[in-house]
């Protein structure tokens, strides 16, 4: 059953990438594969503390999904009140390339105040504001992926594993921004860099709807729509700082705070178009089906962490590796096909009295974990916002994208092991 575990995974996520061939939707094979795994741990390994390691698993999960239904509903709501404007309209070229180096270098710094995961739904939303062609609009979504990740590498409050090993006190702030900061932009530059070569001309912006002047939202409303929802999102890691709250705690009091707002702020709208612009009617606008895949790809990937599939990986590349460089660089690879966060508490499980606080292990695992889930786009919670928001199929991102991400993944690794030895370890 152990090994008939594996099988079944690299099947579902056969059928996952080849949803389009297959005209079945992700989001019912992950379920599906979910499910299965489940049934088979159960009967292949029965414990009866199984149910508690299912409830456990899927409390953390369910973190993960309110967390990313709060900033997805926030995001819809700036946009039904079109305050992306406030930053569209203030770019002006229509340059392809240009345009591509702008989002990705916002992308990327946001990402390290923000979280990549809400720095992607983020962005995304502005570049449908501002190219209009769906093909071309996916090239510079693959870039929000890459740079979202990138920049979540190097914060500790950027990224699901760099927030694990900074409350697990294995890196410091200063630290771990001094250490990753270069070959995180490396690992975004590059790719960047790579695919400016292949677009040329003018981009063709998106045609915003008309709207009804007397129901619309006024440039006041827009405006504290914007600012208010966005400082709310900048917020989430404060809270989280301040109270020892998760962060979907933080992103929840977000949402029913800019709830209330606008309840009050449109309640002499008309009865037809108030729904249009308050959360009980945006909110039936959330891609759903894009939530319901990454439940069920998180819980397959929790039911290969709970038969023992992970931790055997963990041993055999300590045993069979050896180099740190190497493991981690191992890690970041695995990281685009599983899930990084049982990943990275795996490694957390093993090395956890090994290795002393700011040790380069821990920045190392920090930097690769976080950006190695660009090379698929179902690698990362920032891919999967993503692909579910654009319709984004696997197989073009893997032909598109992915091999720009390799590249600058690698070039940001071999950048950190010659800043360690050389540089900062003398």
Request: glycine share 8%.
């Amino acid at each position: 059953m152990f090994y008939f575990m594996i099988f079944v995974f690299i099947l579902g996520y056969t059928a996952i990438a080849m949803e389009h061939p297959l005209k079945v939707n992700k989001s019912a094979t992950a379920l599906l594969l979910a499910v299965l795994l489940w049934v088979m741990l159960a009967f292949g390994f029965p414990d009866r503390f199984l149910e508690q390691k299912l409830l456990e698993d899927l409390g953390k999960i369910s973190e993960i999904l309110f967390f990313l239904l709060g900033a997805m509903t926030i995001v819809e709501l700036i946009d039904a009140h079109e305050g992306f404007s406030i930053i569209t309209d203030r770019i002006k070229t229509t340059n392809k390339v240009k345009l591509l180096w702008v989002i990705s270098i916002i992308t990327f710094f946001l990402s390290a105040v923000l979280d990549n995961l809400t720095t992607a739904i983020v962005m995304v939303a502005l570049v449908r504001k501002l190219v209009g062609d769906k093909q071309e609009r996916w090239f510079y979504a693959g870039m929000v992926i890459i740079a979202a990740n990138s920049g979540g590498a190097f914060s500790p409050i950027g990224d699901v594993t760099t927030i694990m090993l900074w409350i697990g006190g294995h890196i410091t702030t200063v630290n771990i921004i001094l250490k990753t900061f270069i070959p995180s932009a490396l690992s975004m530059a590059i790719p960047l860099a790579l695919l400016s070569t292949r677009m040329k001309g003018e981009i063709r912006k998106s045609v915003r709807p008309a709207v009804d002047p007397e129901n619309s939202a006024t440039p006041g409303e827009k405006q504290i729509v914007f600012f208010l929802g966005i400082g709310l999102l900048l917020f989430v890691p404060v809270f989280k700082t301040l109270t020892n709250l998760p962060p979907y705690m933080g992103i929840l009091l977000g949402l029913g705070l800019l709830w209330v707002v606008t309840e009050i702020m449109h309640k002499a709208k008309n009865d037809a178009y108030r729904p249009m612009i308050t959360v009980a009617g945006v909110i039936r606008r959330v891609d759903t089906p894009s939530v319901l895949f990454f439940l069920g790809i998180l819980l397959a990937v929790a039911a290969l962490e709970s038969a023992g599939h992970l931790t055997l990986l963990a041993n055999a590349l300590d045993k069979h590796i050896g180099n740190l460089y190497a493991i981690n660089v191992i890690i970041g690879l695995l990281s685009s096909v599983v899930d990084n966060v049982p990943l990275v508490a795996g490694a957390i499980g093993m090395y956890q009295d090994t290795f002393p606080t700011d040790h380069y292990f821990w920045e190392m695992l920090a930097y690769c974990a976080g950006t190695g889930g660009s090379i698929l786009i179902i690698g990362s919670a920032a891919g999967v916002a993503v692909m579910g928001m654009e319709k984004i199929d696997f197989i073009w991102y893997l032909k598109k994208i992915s091999l720009w991400a390799l590249i600058g993944y690698f070039a940001g690794a071999l950048a950190y092991w010659a800043l360690s030895v050389w540089v900062f370890r003398g």
